[in-house]
T-cell receptor, first 112, second 115 residues
Framework: DGGITQSPKYLFRKEGQNVTLSCEQN?????MYWYRQDPGQGLRLIYY???????QKGDIAEGYSVSREKKESFPLTVTSAQKNPTAFYLC???????????FGPGTRLTVL | SQKIEQNSEALNIQEGKTATLTCNYT??????LQWYRQDPGRGPVFLLL?????KEKRKERLKVTFDTTLKQSLFHITASQPADSATYLC??????????????FGKGTKLSVKP
């Protein structure tokens, strides 16, 4: 089965802790993206990567970090510097010649 | 800066009717526009893409129009069914020439189809 997987589906964290969200794809896509979705808001871009070992900040990168060591993987770390981390996080990918985005199932992060 | 608006937060219609959702944008001329469906607690799923030189595109019961003069896209679902109930997102390619595939998303319209 080809697709994008995100884990875990639900994640709870205490204030002040860093947490890493996993995103893996076996679609052989070059570009990968992280979005945050809050109730009543559209998807907001956190980080994106067009190629391995390279990534750029999106609109709301503060308090987040990413890495792209492998084409298949684009983990997102939510640091303690992120003031309002409770949200639904979505990972997506796009093939090099394509325009549409393929989304993972999302991770719901709750800060206690 | 680019702005994208989906005029209705929610739309309620009766089964069998045609649902029409609106997406407007400003300050930009996108090369293409896309529509996605999102069910609660899940990731969006791509439905249709329409390019700036296309007026209309169809896929089964779905139809999308793209009016670059009005800066508007309409998304139609004909013969709507309760299973069509979901949030529908409009997305444009970003005004950022070096990053192919980057999109800006609207907030979505939640469609409810009543039996």
């Amino acid at each position: 089965d080809g697709g994008i997987t995100q884990s875990p589906k639900y994640l709870f964290r205490k204030e002040g802790q860093n947490v890493t969200l996993s995103c893996e794809q076996n679609l052989n896509h070059d570009a990968m993206y992280w979005y945050r979705q809050d109730p009543g808001q559209g998807l907001r871009l956190i980080y994106y990567s067009q190629i391995v070992n390279d990534f750029q900040k999106g609109d709301i990168a503060e308090g987040y970090s990413v890495s792209r060591e492998k084409k298949e993987s684009f983990p997102l770390t939510v640091t303690s510097a992120q003031k309002n981390p409770t949200a639904f996080y979505l990972c997506a990918s796009t093939p090099s010649e394509g325009d549409t985005q393929y989304f993972g199932p999302g991770t719901r992060l709750t800060v206690l | 800066s680019q702005k994208i608006e989906q005029n209705s937060e929610a739309l309620n219609i009766q089964e069998g009717k045609t649902a029409t959702l609106t997406c407007n944008y400003t300050n930009y001329s996108p090369a293409y526009l896309q529509w996605y469906r999102q069910d609660p607690g899940r990731g969006p799923v791509f439905l249709l893409l329409i390019r700036e030189n296309e007026k209309e595109k169809r896929k089964e019961r779905l139809k999308v129009t793209f009016d670059t003069t009005l800066k508007q896209s309409l998304f139609h679902i004909t013969a709507s069914q309760p299973a069509d109930s979901a949030t529908y997102l409009c997305a444009l390619d970003m005004e950022n020439g070096g990053s192919q595939g980057n999109l800006i998303f609207g907030k979505g319209t939640k469609l409810s189809v009543k039996p």
